[in-house]
């Protein structure tokens, strides 16, 4: 079995948050504004369009939960204390240099801590409503797109035109079209990449903000790793089980769950979290009047903070189904209420399909990592 060797457009992603610090500060000092997000509720095309850069600084990292937590209670999901330790401890250059933070009343805890950074960060809170299919829904969420755009030309003094924003809703359209493309090779049978090959375009990705230049890159990666598989280069095995991870989102110290899955005899297929197939699955209409089309679109994201939860029912329904998966691994971070009571539903649904499922919660530690090892190489061991 020939190795694949990494192409190197795929490295290109693996350091690219460390690599944009110097990319943003480098636009900062050339004027342009900088926008720090948390959610993928927050309509990005808005900023695009205002000729801002916008840059995801929720945090995967333990390193300033100890500072955090001289304010913020411990028994708290561990990216709301990191983002919030990041920030007072002004050690993310994201969260440092932006000129606004937009934030959304997802999770209480999230809703509550954006409070305390409105303190010494310029923070807007969209609110979000909590259903995706009621009018009055609809209508709020519709409104809190329109005051976003008003409070982002008013912070950065510009007008954003219909030209600017179309333009934004086709650019960002054509970065989901190439991420949907890129993880839909792991529906092949060997996938062609791994699970931690496939997590670092897409992590990665998100640090790239020449919008230009990130979807000729990610057109690269797509070719190479098309070709290798066409030559016959396999770097996964026949054997290996195909996993769908889902839950909260996964990136930094939690790609230890990953790690854990990838040494046990599997191989993650599918990342149905945020910064995997949630983000990326769905297109803004671009038939449709701009703003309307993005709040729509941005409203339908499955996410537990929403109640009933249909839309991630139905897309973890459909992506097992195409990825073939033989097991469903959900991680959940520690005191996430919403993900962590959703578990009951999602491993009713994978019953329901005869679906293998475990549920794993975890936090922004080292201290378990033999423990998930462990239980997911157990896992995987009865996965037939
Ligand atoms: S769309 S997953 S990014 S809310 S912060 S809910 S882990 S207790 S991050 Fe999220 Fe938007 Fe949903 Fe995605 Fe739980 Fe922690 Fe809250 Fe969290």
């Not at 805890?109 to 409070?115: L, V």
């Not at 259903?131 to 797109?145: C, H, L």
């Not at 097992?320 to 991680?331: Q, T």
């Not at 293998?356 to 157990?378: G, N, W």
């Amino acid at each position: 079995m020939a190795k694949n060797a990494l192409p190197s457009a795929f490295e290109n992603f693996a350091d690219a948050r460390k690599e944009g610090f110097l990319t943003v500060k480098n636009l900062k000092d050339e004027g342009k504004k900088v926008v720090g997000t948390f959610c993928a509720y927050t309509p990005v095309e808005i900023f695009l369009a205002a000729g801002a850069v916008s840059v995801g600084i929720c945090s995967f990292s333990d390193e300033t939960i100890p500072e955090a937590e001289k304010v913020l209670p411990s028994n708290l999901c561990p990216l709301i204390k990191s983002s919030y330790g990041f920030a007072i401890t002004e050690k993310c250059p994201y969260m440092y240099f932006a000129d606004l933070i937009v934030g959304e009343t997802t999770c209480d805890g999230k809703k509550k801590m954006y409070e305390l950074l409105g303190d010494i960060k310029n923070v807007h809170v969209m609110q979000l409503p909590q259903t995706q299919t009621d009018e009055a829904s609809i209508e709020m969420w519709y409104k809190e797109v329109l005051a976003l755009k008003e409070k982002v030309e008013k912070e950065f003094d510009v007008t954003i035109t219909e030209d600017d924003i179309k333009a934004a809703i086709t650019i960002k359209n054509e970065e989901r079209m190439l991420l949907q493309e890129f993880y839909n090779l792991s529906k092949s049978c060997p996938p062609p990449i791994t699970g931690t090959e496939q997590l670092k375009v897409l992590y990665g990705s998100q640090f790239k903000f020449d919008y230009e230049s990130k979807n000729k890159e990610l057109r690269d990666v797509i070719d190479k790793v098309k070709k290798d598989y066409e030559d016959g280069v396999e770097n996964v095995s026949k054997s290996a089980k195909r996993i769908l991870i889902t839950g909260c989102p996964l990136a930094g110290v939690t790609e230890k769950v990953v790690t854990a899955i990838e040494d046990s005899g599997g191989v993650v297929v599918a990342f149905e979290n945020c910064i995997g197939v949630k983000t990326a699955d769905r297109l803004v209409d671009e038939n449709e009047e701009p703003y309307k089309a993005i709040a729509d679109r941005y409203l339908q994201i499955g996410c537990s903070v929403m109640t009933p939860d249909t839309n991630r029912y139905d897309l973890l329904s459909r992506l097992v189904e195409e990825f073939k998966v033989d097991g469903v691994v959900e991680m959940t971070l520690q005191a996430c209420h919403t993900y962590a009571i959703e578990t009951a539903q999602i491993r009713k649904l994978m019953q329901d399909r005869d679906v293998p499922f475990i549920s794993v919660e975890t936090d922004y530690s080292t201290a378990d990592v033999a423990q998930l090892k462990t239980r997911l190489a157990a896992f995987i061991e009865m996965l037939v």
